[in-house]
């Protein structure tokens, strides 16, 4: 057991890009979680995935975000056309059966 | 609208002392609760939960006690260490309807002196 891996662990960028982050959930766990957290907040649900499956979205999720889990493995969340206000925590987490669910370290996103 | 909530943005406690830590839901719905501890530049990290159907659930130091008819819950560390000092978040989920997405408080600091 590896843990939650994020990729990167930091990324700066200009607002207008495009920026896409990577998710490798624990081995053999089926469901995937990613959470935005911003300062001072505790972290928001974004979006979820049973296997390659993207289940539920919430409405922070506007149509410049789309995230994949293509083969039920990795996880990609891409932005397009950054804004400021999308500057946070990007978190991932997963479990398997049960309802305790393990995060990664996160990836800290600024736009400038 | 903030479905869970903790009302305490901090709290101090002295090493060897009783760190309490609670936690408001709005949501009838939610029948799983949980308590995660984060450390800066981290992800958070799974403390330790309880279901409705339960009104205490404890693991060694920390003990979650749940009240439904207050929609209230609280997290006790006894006895408090200067590691355990970090951001606690309350979490809660209602499995039977949301796929498992956890909703979270805001978080409260904890501080333990030595």
């Known amino acids: 057991d590896t843990g939650v891996s994020q990729d990167p662990r930091h990324k700066i960028t200009k607002r207008g890009q495009n920026v896409t982050f990577r998710c490798d959930p624990i081995s053999e766990h089926n469901r995937l979680y990613w959470y935005r957290q911003t300062l001072g907040q505790g972290p928001e649900f974004l979006t979820y995935?049973?296997?390659?499956?993207?289940?539920?979205k919430s409405r922070l999720l506007s149509d410049r975000f789309s995230a994949e889990r293509p083969k039920g493995s990795f996880s990609t969340l891409e932005i397009q056309r950054t804004e400021q206000g999308d500057s946070a925590m990007y978190l991932c987490?997963?479990?398997?059966?049960?309802?305790?669910?393990?995060f990664g370290p996160g990836t800290r996103l600024t736009v400038l | 609208d903030q479905q869970v909530k903790q009302n305490s943005p901090s709290l101090s406690v002295q090493e060897g002392r009783i760190s309490i830590l609670n936690c408001d839901y709005t949501?009838?719905?939610?029948?799983?609760f949980l308590w995660y501890k984060k450390y800066p530049a981290e992800g958070p990290t799974f403390l330790i939960s309880?279901?409705?159907?339960?009104d205490k659930n404890e693991d060694g130091r920390f003990t979650v006690f749940l009240n439904k008819s207050a929609k209230h819950l609280s997290l006790h560390i006894v006895p408090s260490q200067p590691g355990d000092s970090a951001v606690y978040f309350c979490?809660?989920?209602?499995?039977?309807?949301?796929?498992?997405?956890?909703?979270f408080g805001q978080g409260t600091i904890l501080t333990v002196h030595p």
């Open positions: 309880i279901s409705s159907i339960k």
């Open positions: 979490a809660a989920s209602a499995r039977g309807t949301s796929y498992g997405k956890l909703t």
């Open positions: 995935f049973q296997n390659e499956a993207q289940l539920e």
């Open positions: 987490a997963s479990c398997d059966l049960g309802d305790e669910q393990f």
């Open positions: 949501n009838s719905m939610f029948d799983y």
